[in-house]
C-alpha cells in the first residue's frame, strides 16, 4: 500500500523560499504523477500542480511563476519549492498522488488517491 | 479559472437519514470523450481529504454504496442514502477538466 510522507521547514521568514519533500513508500515514485495541493488555515483546498515520473510539469497559474517541483527517483521522493513567500502562503500542505482511476471515454481519468498526512508551514 | 459553487455549506443530518451536496460550475465540466469531470473528496476532522467519487459518479475504491455522484453541464450532487456517525466532515467537489479548482466544501455534522 502506498503511503506518502511529507516534511520541511515549519516556518519560513516572509521573502524567502519554502521546500518541501514527499516520500513514497510502497510504491515507486517512477509511476504515476505526484501533486501538491494545500490548505490555508480554516479555508478550503488549492491545487498547486503536478510533476510526473518523466519529470514534467504542470502548475496552477496563479503560482506557477514562483513554483518547482521535482522528483528525486533514488530517494523516491518528490519536492516542492515556493519562492518569494509572504503570509498568504501560510498553509497545510499536502502531497498525493495522481492515480488512475480507470479508463473514461478512453482516457485514462486521474484522481487524488493517495494523500500525505500534512505538513503545516508557518510564514512569518 | 472554473469557480465551483456548492450548497449548502453546512448541513446537520440525522444518523440513518439521507444527505445531499449540490456543487455547481462556472462552466460545464463536459470533456470531448464525453463525460464530466468532477471529484468529491470527504476531508474527516484532523484527517486529509480522501477520495469518494471519480468523474461524476464512479465510487471510488472501498468506498460504500450509499454514496452516489451524479450529475451533468454544470450542476452535480453527492448523495449519502444513509449517513452514518463516520461520514462528519467537510465534502469537497472538484473539477478536473482545467487547473483542478475546488469547491468551499460543505460541512456534514450529526445531529
Known amino acids: 500500500q502506498v503511503q506518502l510522507q511529507g516534511s520541511g521547514p515549519g516556518l519560513v521568514k516572509p521573502s524567502e523560499t519554502l521546500s518541501l519533500t514527499c516520500t513514497v513508500s510502497?510504491?515507486?515514485?517512477?509511476?504515476?504523477?505526484w501533486s501538491w495541493l494545500r490548505q490555508p488555515p480554516g479555508n478550503g483546498l488549492e491545487w498547486i500542480g503536478y510533476?510526473?515520473?518523466?519529470?514534467?510539469?504542470n502548475y496552477n497559474p496563479s503560482l506557477k511563476s514562483r513554483v518547482r517541483m521535482s522528483i528525486e527517483t533514488s530517494k523516491n521522493q518528490f519536492s516542492l519549492t515556493l519562492t518569494s513567500v509572504t503570509a498568504a502562503d501560510t498553509a497545510v500542505y499536502y502531497c498525493?498522488?495522481?492515480?488512475?482511476?480507470?479508463?473514461?471515454?478512453?482516457?485514462?481519468?486521474?484522481?487524488?488517491?493517495?494523500w500525505g498526512q500534512g505538513t503545516t508551514v508557518t510564514v512569518s | 479559472d472554473i469557480v465551483m459553487t456548492q450548497s449548502p455549506l453546512s448541513l446537520a443530518v440525522t444518523p440513518g437519514e439521507p444527505a445531499s451536496i449540490s456543487c455547481r460550475s462556472s462552466?460545464?465540466?463536459?470533456?470531448?470523450?464525453?463525460?464530466?469531470?468532477l471529484d468529491w473528496y470527504l476531508q474527516k476532522p484532523g484527517q486529509s481529504p480522501q477520495l469518494l467519487i471519480y468523474?461524476?459518479?464512479n465510487r471510488a475504491s472501498g468506498v460504500p454504496d450509499r454514496f452516489s455522484g451524479s450529475g451533468s453541464g454544470t450542476d452535480f450532487t453527492l448523495k449519502i442514502t444513509r449517513v452514518e456517525a463516520e461520514d462528519v466532515g467537510v465534502y469537497y467537489c472538484?473539477?478536473?477538466?482545467?487547473?483542478?479548482?475546488f469547491g468551499q466544501g460543505t460541512k456534514v455534522e450529526i445531529k
Open positions: 510533476v510526473n515520473y518523466n519529470g514534467n510539469t
Open positions: 498525493a498522488r495522481l492515480g488512475v482511476q480507470g479508463l473514461i471515454g478512453h482516457a485514462y481519468y486521474h484522481s487524488l488517491d493517495v
Open positions: 468523474s461524476t459518479s
Open positions: 472538484m473539477q478536473t477538466l482545467q487547473t483542478r479548482t
Open positions: 510502497g510504491g515507486s515514485v517512477t509511476s504515476y504523477y
Open positions: 462552466q460545464s465540466l463536459l470533456h470531448s470523450n464525453g463525460h464530466h469531470y
